[in-house]
């Protein structure tokens, strides 16, 4: 698995059940809401800064979504995509990558399209047994507990650059081995 993360250069995230628990706070106009990990924002931080590319693929429309990557500067956000290995080719041309060079975190059905289409298919702790089952590799952080985070920690880290970006980030105060 090591040497399948060192070649990651994109990684593509679904939102419910993996950015968020799963669960859809709506307000009083029926609009969504978000609860998003603070660990996966500081984490697509590190990442931007190591130079990997953060990525959302989501079957929903939310406005909460929009403001959240917008924040953590990801540039690429597909919603409303119902045909999520169409999404990930699309992503995957515009940005230039190969199939190995992609990873895809998904925690439902719906993500197993998408898991053929990635080089390396992840599943949040808590994903749906078939979707385990297919999986590369499964977190142990369930979704919106931090999943991103873990796989963002495992790529860098693979990839030696972890405790670089995290020392230009943040001055060096959190030493962890890479």
Not at 95 to 100: H, L, N
Request: proline share 2%; glycine share 12%.
């Amino acid at each position: 698995m090591i040497a399948a993360l060192r070649e990651v250069r994109l990684i593509v995230t679904d939102v419910d059940g993996v950015l968020t628990s799963g669960l859809i706070p709506l307000d009083a106009e029926g609009r969504r809401m978000g609860f998003f990990s603070a660990r996966d924002g500081l984490g697509v931080t590190l990442a931007r800064h190591a130079g990997l590319e953060i990525a959302v693929l989501s079957g929903a429309t939310s406005g909460a979504l929009r403001g959240r990557a917008a924040e953590l500067g990801i540039r690429f956000v597909r919603e409303g995509e119902r045909d999520k290995a169409a999404g990930v080719a699309a992503l995957l041309r515009s940005m230039g990558c190969e199939r190995a060079a992609c990873l895809y975190l998904g925690d439902d059905l719906n993500d197993l399209p998408a898991f053929r289409a990635a080089g390396v298919a992840v599943a949040v702790a808590d994903a749906v047994p078939e979707l385990r089952a297919r999986a590369d590799w499964v977190t142990l952080a369930a979704g919106g507990q931090g999943a991103l985070r873990e796989v963002i920690d495992a790529v860098l880290q693979a990839q030696g650059v972890r405790q670089r970006a995290v020392d230009e980030l943040f001055g060096g105060d959190a030493r962890q081995e890479d």
